[in-house]
């Protein structure tokens, strides 16, 4: 998949763009069903999947103090899309210039001009142009002006609600991962770099990584059974993660901490990508190191029940 920034200045010239637009954070089902449509639509038209997303979120330029954490950084977007089937992602930097910008403007300019759609892909609530004035009536009405069809699709629907990257925070901030990945369609997953910690997990006989997490979202605090993927292996390792601020040991601030299961080595530096599968149990606090040594051992047996292995 080609990753672009796109400047509307620089028009490009692929065959027969077909181009999803939104957010996309978490490439939920929701946008996965939006990429899917234009995929089909490119492909009868023999021409190019496009999906046009924007960075920052415009909620941080728009309003900063109220704007959502991510779920994912701008380069796991791209490999989750690009997995999907997506043939270019155009990122187009958002600004409060291009929030200036009328519905008739964008559209013009950035869907017609820059990327040249031969047909515009989005979600029923889609808004666009400025002070969000525009809708997919106006874009219908807009592309039928400028030659390109639009595809305005519904809603995907989970426990009779629309999937959506706000409920797939609600659910990893109550520490259900299961439900994030039934909104998701895939585990709710973390990356970071492995760096050195307190040591306390080797003195408690369960050695762990601690993570340098480069996503802003995390579950809510609690112990995991997780899939982890060391220097971007393609075979994940089953392992338990504690997320939160390590109460038994007064901590202040939120660390990740995984124990591969099975594991034996140094991590530190590498890559490791943690997909959380189910919460084992929530933080708490325990009375002293053997409590706390015993919960641990129990937790490693939940761990392997749950993910299946020896």
Not at 109 to 138: E, I, N, S
Not at 139 to 165: D, I, N, Q
Not at 249 to 276: K, P
């Amino acid at each position: 998949m080609e990753f672009v920034r796109l400047d509307p200045d620089h028009p490009l010239r692929w065959p027969a763009p077909v181009v999803a637009v939104g957010n996309l954070d978490g490439v939920h089902r929701g946008h996965q069903a939006l990429v899917a449509a234009a995929l089909r639509e490119a492909r009868t038209l023999r021409g190019t999947a496009v999906v046009l997303t924007f960075d920052p979120h415009p909620a941080r330029v728009l309003a900063p103090d109220r704007a959502p954490s991510a779920l994912m950084t701008l380069e796991q977007k791209a490999e989750v899309l690009a997995a999907l089937g997506v043939d270019r992602l155009a990122v187009l930097a958002f600004s409060a210039a291009l929030a200036r910008l009328t519905a008739d403007q964008f559209v013009r300019d950035v869907l017609g001009t820059a990327l040249g759609a031969r047909v515009v892909a989005v979600g029923a609530d889609f808004r666009f142009g400025h002070g969000r004035h525009g809708d997919a009536p106006l874009l219908e009405e807009l592309g039928a002006r400028l030659g390109f069809g639009v595809l305005c699709l519904p809603p995907v629907m989970v426990g009779g609600t629309p999937v959506s990257s706000t409920r797939v925070r609600e659910a990893l901030e109550q520490g259900d991962a299961v439900a994030a990945a039934e909104l998701l369609g895939r585990p709710h997953f973390v990356d970071g770099t492995v760096v050195k910690g307190e040591g306390r997990g080797r003195t408690l006989g369960f050695p762990t990584a601690n993570l340098d997490p480069v996503n802003e979202t995390l579950p809510g605090n609690g112990v995991y059974a997780a899939w982890a993927h060391v220097d971007h292996e393609a075979t994940p390792r089953p392992a338990a993660v504690n997320v939160g601020r390590r109460p038994t040991f007064n901590g202040q601030d939120t660390t990740v901490e995984a124990h591969l299961l099975g594991w034996s080595g140094d991590l530190y530096g590498r890559a490791l990508r943690l997909a959380f599968v189910e919460r084992l149990r929530p933080e708490r606090r325990f009375e002293g190191v053997e409590a706390l040594r015993a919960q641990i051992a129990d937790d490693l047996v939940q761990a392997r029940t749950l993910l299946r292995v020896s």
